[in-house]
């Protein structure tokens, strides 16, 4: 009876096992019937060191099955539910279709006016008493070509895109006024495109302008890896006016010169594909979504998903407000029908009924649990055990500081910053408050932000907190420089971190005998008598110190929350003027481990 118990104990030996991927030692233990210290010795043999529950990849297993006399067979993937298979085109099937441009630049350099010159210029009379839709794209006709603008807001909606992994532009046109040159959003700008990898096409602006210097601007665009043709570079740059209209014609030919290079094409007899471009609720018709189709051919009546949104098209209107029945590939057209607002960069894909909600249903049960287990974004606290699961390779860091000579202090510094296991790259360096920009361009990098004597404002930081950004704001140069090293090394002792309690404006400067008190209103959170507080004028930090007195009207009071009214002086401080931010904080002791 005992012997019999032993053998119907005794786990079965398979001959074939199939993996779908890399398995725990425990579980190759089970399925090849073995124990788990003959799987691990078996492992040391092989000069691999696995604990039972250590992954061992698909390679490994199989030398060990063989060791004993077991065959490891790798299954295909599973299909991933909220996933929609993507349609493979046969190179036949291809036809030519029409150049995606975004236009990108500083502010009040003129992507406006430019995009709004292209459009008078190249949209017939009777079609131009039309454009009544603001849908974030239009085509124009030149030369008899089709060529489709993308009139996102800069380049913020083009990284939120690139974040969420969509890549909708073919051209990128960098618009630089010829008076003004080569300005910190340009530079952002370039960054972008080129993190994208979007061809680049400068048009330099405002030529009509007296002081207009273009030999400045290619300089400039020199200096930032934009050599001009002119120049024994690639850069095409060609000077244009929205005000005259001058180089606009100029302008279309490049980008249809520089499309045709890169020989766009799309199969329009098959279910369409897309992007959000930009998506709101309309009272009146409910979710409405701006879609870029990209391949594919979207028809009136089609069941699509985008995201966790899905429904039937029920109407399709173009920039002029005109309702098409079929949008070819390269078509930038307004959508009603979807079930839920989509975001900007959420891929639209046209399915069948019961997949859509399938689908749908997968996808909103996969964002609820994502969101349960947020994505771990870098941050100083963990790169140090980031870089140990060796998940990290570069440390990606945007830098904002107040100076352009702080910048640069600070990259000969990163480049002196060697480890063999992490490299660190800057993706982008600007002088200037850390903005929203900055925020979006981080996310898509899974970079951290440094600010040198500069802070984020409001926006940027409710962004941060939503992307999970670190911020990390300095006044010191080598503190800045010690912390990565630490990070790097493993040993940031976090000690003590900064609670920011609230904003306070000032609107009014009062001088009193060995005082300056500052007027001012709490817009956000609460100062106290005993805050710490930084001054900031136009983003640039001038100076941080303490509250030496509080007050509410004549009485002296122990704090003041938001909406409220109050007089502040600050210790061995009277350089206050009316405009600036106070940034009311204090120091708070980190327990090491928390």
Same mark, same amino acid.
């Given at each position: 009876?005992?012997?019999?118990?032993?053998?119907?104990? %005794?786990?079965?030996?398979?001959?074939?096992?199939?993996?779908?991927?890399?398995?725990?030692?425990?579980?190759?233990?089970?399925? #090849?019937?073995?124990?788990?210290?003959?799987?691990?010795? $078996?492992?040391?043999?092989?000069?691999?060191?696995?604990?039972?529950?250590?992954?061992?990849?698909?390679?490994?297993?199989?030398?060990?099955?063989?060791? #004993?006399?077991?065959?490891?067979?790798?299954?295909?993937?599973?299909?991933?539910?909220?996933?929609?298979?993507?349609?493979?085109?046969?190179?036949?099937?291809?036809?030519?279709?029409?150049?995606?441009?975004?236009?990108?630049?500083?502010?009040?350099?003129?992507?406006?006016?430019?995009?709004?010159?292209?459009?008078?210029? !190249?949209? @017939?009379?009777?079609?131009?008493?039309?454009?009544?839709?603001?849908?974030?794209?239009?085509?124009?006709?030149?030369?008899?070509? $089709?060529?489709?603008?993308?009139? @996102?807001?800069?380049?913020?909606?083009?990284?939120?895109?690139?974040?969420?992994?969509?890549?909708?532009?073919?051209?990128?046109?960098?618009?630089?006024?010829?008076?003004?040159?080569?300005?910190?959003?340009?530079?952002? *700008?370039?960054?972008?495109?080129?993190?994208?990898?979007?061809?680049?096409?400068? *048009?330099?602006?405002?030529?009509?302008?007296?002081?207009?210097?273009?030999?400045?601007?290619?300089?400039?665009?020199?200096?930032?890896?934009?050599?001009?043709?002119?120049?024994?570079?690639?850069?095409?740059?060609?000077?244009?006016?929205?005000?005259? +209209?001058?180089?606009?014609?100029?302008? /279309? %030919?490049?980008? /249809? /010169?520089?499309?045709?290079?890169?020989?766009?094409?799309?199969?329009?007899?098959?279910?369409?594909?897309? @992007?959000?471009?930009? *998506?709101?609720?309309?009272?009146?018709?409910?979710?409405?979504?701006?879609?870029?189709?990209?391949?594919? @051919?979207?028809?009136?009546?089609?069941?699509?998903?985008?995201?966790?949104?899905?429904?039937?098209?029920?109407?399709?209107?173009?920039?002029?407000?005109?309702?098409?029945?079929?949008?070819?590939?390269?078509?930038?057209?307004?959508?009603?029908?979807?079930?839920?607002?989509?975001?900007?960069?959420d891929i639209l894909v046209a399915v069948d009924e019961s997949t859509a909600r399938a689908v749908a249903e997968k996808r909103f049960a996969k964002k609820r649990?994502?969101?349960? !287990?947020?994505?771990?974004?870098?941050?100083?606290?963990?790169? #140090?055990?980031?870089?140990?699961?060796?998940?990290?390779?570069?440390?990606?860091?945007?830098?904002?500081?107040?100076?352009?000579?702080?910048?640069?202090?600070?990259?000969?510094?990163?480049?002196?910053?060697?480890?063999? %296991?992490?490299?660190?790259?800057?993706?982008?360096?600007?002088?200037?408050?850390?903005?929203?920009?900055?925020?979006?361009?981080?996310?898509?990098? !899974?970079? /951290?932000?440094?600010?040198? !004597?500069?802070?984020?404002?409001?926006?940027?930081?409710?962004?941060?907190?939503?992307? +999970?950004?670190?911020?990390?704001?300095?006044?010191?140069?080598?503190?800045?420089?010690?912390?990565?090293?630490?990070?790097?090394?493993?040993?940031?002792?976090?000690?003590?971190?900064?609670?920011?309690?609230?904003?306070?404006?000032?609107?009014?400067?009062?001088?009193?005998? +060995?005082?300056?008190?500052a007027g001012s209103y709490v817009l956000e959170g609460k100062v106290t008598n005993h805050s710490q507080i930084r001054i900031i004028r136009n983003g640039i930090?001038?100076?941080?110190?303490?509250? %030496?007195?509080?007050?509410?009207?004549?009485?002296?009071?122990?704090?003041?929350?938001?909406?409220?009214?109050?007089?502040?002086?600050?210790?061995?401080?009277?350089?206050?003027?009316?405009?600036?931010?106070?940034?009311? #904080?204090?120091?708070?002791?980190?327990?090491?481990?928390?």
């Open positions: 009876m005992n012997a019999q118990a032993q053998v119907r104990q %005794e786990p079965a030996k398979p001959k074939v096992v199939k993996l779908d991927g890399p398995a725990t030692v425990k579980e190759l233990s089970s399925k #090849f019937g073995r124990e788990v210290s003959e799987i691990i010795k $078996k492992l040391m043999v092989l000069g691999v060191m696995a604990g039972i529950n250590q992954e061992v990849d698909i390679e490994t297993a199989s030398i060990l099955g063989s060791e #004993f006399g077991i065959t490891v067979e790798e299954l295909p993937p599973a299909e991933d539910p909220t996933e929609i298979p993507e349609i493979e085109d046969s190179p036949e099937s291809l036809l030519p279709r029409p150049p995606v441009v975004t236009i990108m630049g500083h502010v009040d350099h003129g992507k406006t006016s430019l995009l709004d010159a292209i459009r008078q210029t !190249n949209v @017939t009379a009777q079609e131009a008493g039309g454009i009544t839709q603001h849908i974030g794209a239009y085509q124009v006709n030149y030369q008899g070509k $089709k060529v489709v603008f993308l009139d @996102t807001p800069g380049h913020e909606a083009f990284t939120a895109m690139r974040a969420r992994g969509a890549q909708v532009t073919d051209v990128a046109i960098l618009v630089v006024a010829a008076d003004d040159g080569v300005m910190p959003q340009t530079i952002e *700008a370039i960054n972008h495109a080129k993190a994208a990898k979007v061809p680049i096409i400068v *048009a330099v602006n405002k030529i009509d302008r007296p002081e207009a210097n273009p030999d400045r601007v290619t300089q400039q665009l020199t200096e930032h890896g934009l050599v001009p043709e002119q120049w024994g570079g690639d850069t095409i740059v060609v000077p244009v006016s929205a005000h005259t +209209k001058a180089g606009i014609s100029e302008l /279309l %030919e490049m980008i /249809l /010169l520089v499309s045709e290079v890169q020989d766009l094409k799309a199969n329009p007899n098959r279910l369409a594909y897309g @992007t959000i471009i930009e *998506a709101q609720l309309d009272k009146g018709r409910g979710p409405v979504a701006s879609v870029l189709v990209q391949k594919g @051919t979207l028809h009136i009546g089609d069941t699509i998903i985008a995201g966790t949104a899905f429904g039937k098209v029920r109407a399709m209107v173009n920039e002029r407000g005109e309702k098409l029945k079929k949008a070819p590939p390269s078509t930038p057209v307004e959508v009603l029908g979807l079930s839920d607002v989509p975001q900007a960069g649990t994502d969101e349960m !287990n947020q994505v771990q974004k870098v941050s100083l606290d963990d790169l #140090f055990s980031q870089i140990q699961e060796g998940k990290l390779k570069d440390l990606n860091i945007v830098i904002k500081a107040d100076v352009q000579g702080s910048i640069e202090a600070l990259r000969q510094a990163f480049a002196g910053l060697q480890n063999k %296991e992490v490299r660190v790259s800057i993706v982008h360096a600007g002088v200037g408050a850390i903005n929203e920009s900055d925020v979006m361009l981080a996310s898509a990098a !899974n970079a /951290l932000i440094i600010g040198f !004597n500069v802070r984020p404002d409001a926006n940027s930081r409710k962004a941060a907190e939503a992307e +999970k950004i670190d911020i990390r704001t300095y006044r010191i140069i080598y503190d800045v420089i010690n912390d990565v090293e630490a990070a790097m090394t493993g040993m940031l002792a976090p000690e003590y971190k900064e609670a920011v309690q609230g904003r306070i404006e000032v609107r009014k400067v009062f001088s009193v005998p +060995k005082a300056v008190v930090v001038i100076h941080e110190g303490k509250v %030496e007195s509080l007050r509410r009207f004549k009485d002296e009071v122990k704090e003041a929350t938001a909406g409220y009214e109050c007089g502040i002086s600050i210790e061995k401080f009277r350089d206050i003027k009316e405009g600036d931010i106070l940034e009311a #904080f204090t120091m708070e002791l980190v327990k090491p481990g928390s």
